[in-house]
């Protein structure tokens, strides 16, 4: 067993910068604006890029992992996010910009579920919980240097500066995952890819799966777009804030984040023992979220706690793996993994696109203005996420208690 330091420092490093790539368009988005006369449509579709493409790798790079490694797999997609990075750096256009969001989504798809295979691999079951916890403190800390830290590096360079130096960042942790971490054992009972890919459809088959997948696939991924794009316009057009007030929301709201995965990965195994388990919490976490969405949306003052609480609720996300795999066998946890991971990121893409769809109808159908367009797309989100949690409360009496 390696020491757990070896594996979280340079996977850390690789998940914070995944976070960092997935936010950085929310700070951005009135330079893009301004100097590419970017339409709110066009915005949401080339941030949402990233989304699609790493939702598109998600089975494949399952697969992937479970054959060579997150050692062999992990460095080779950091080098095509870097590469991403280089091109949106240089691009002169919404098409550039989009391809290079794209190489960026592609490159960051193994960002957390490299580190959550090598950890399942290497640790015993009673130590994984606490240890992607911390995993998922670097991913807060990603979000927190997304928010007034890079509003405060925009005073000194340009966007595009910005992304050049996130690539040489990006190139350097792929040498180091490659040089620090060691290769997991190969199983010498390996499925061959036929079985895997009909363990793939059992999960799209289970029950269990289509339980969980609504909430977690629209409440934390609309909870992605929000925060990585549309919260910045919100702040700024519907609040009236300047760009450096909404990205201090954002710092707070990291802030939170941060705490809370402190508070999961320290006391999680602790609350079980006393009968409040992962599912308790992924339920608590998403009615505290999608309640802070609907103060955000018919502003109730307070906008700091409001968007702080959205935030907070939103740690649970991490909880949908542990909640899908109670009810799953032991040998189908990474697909469940990656097909759990898949739904969040294509939630998030519909919903980063079409609020920037919807606030463009809205201006033609509806005659809106851009603070009207957003109320409205804000709106309905909350909408589907009512939806989609009282789903997931309608199947509790006969999904909660399933094992496998």
Known sequence: MPPFL????????????????????????????????????????LTGAYFVA??????????????????????????????????????????????????????CAAGLMAPLKAIATWYPPERQASLAGWMMVAGAGGALLATAPLEAALTVISWRGVFVVLAAATFAVAVAIFLRVPDTPRSPHGAGLAA??????????????????????????????????????????????SRAVAARH??????????????????????????????????????LSGLALAAIVVRVPGTYLWWSAYGFGAIVNILAFTVLNDGLARELTGRANTAMNLLMFAGSFAAQWGIGVVVDAARLALGLDAVGGLRFAFALVLALYAAAYAWFVLGWRRHARAHA
């Open 6 to 45: 070896r594996l979280y420092i340079p996977f850390a490093a690789g998940y914070l910068l995944s976070y960092l790539y997935r936010m950085v368009n929310a700070v951005i988005s009135p330079d893009l604006t301004r100097e590419l006369a970017v339409s709110p449509g066009a915005l949401g579709f």
């Open 54 to 107: 790493f939702a598109a790798l998600q089975l494949p790079v399952g697969m992937l992992l479970d054959r060579y490694g997150p050692r062999r797999v992990e460095p080779v997609l950091l080098v095509l996010a870097g590469l991403g990075a280089l091109a949106f750096a240089f691009a002169g256009d919404v098409t550039g910009l989009g391809a290079g969001r794209a190489l960026i989504g592609a490159g």
């Open 196 to 241: 895997q890919w009909r363990g793939v459809k059992s999960v799209f088959a289970h029950p269990r799966f289509w339980w969980i997948a609504p909430l977690g696939g629209f409440a934390m991924g609309s909870f992605m777009a929000i925060q990585g794009l549309w919260s910045v316009p919100w702040l700024i057009e519907v609040e009236g804030y």
């Open 250 to 287: 954002l710092l707070v709201m990291g802030a939170v984040m941060l705490a809370g995965y402190l508070g999961l990965g320290l006391f999680a195994t602790r609350l079980a023992r006393r009968g409040i388990h992962s599912r308790h919490l992924f339920a608590a976490g998403f009615a």
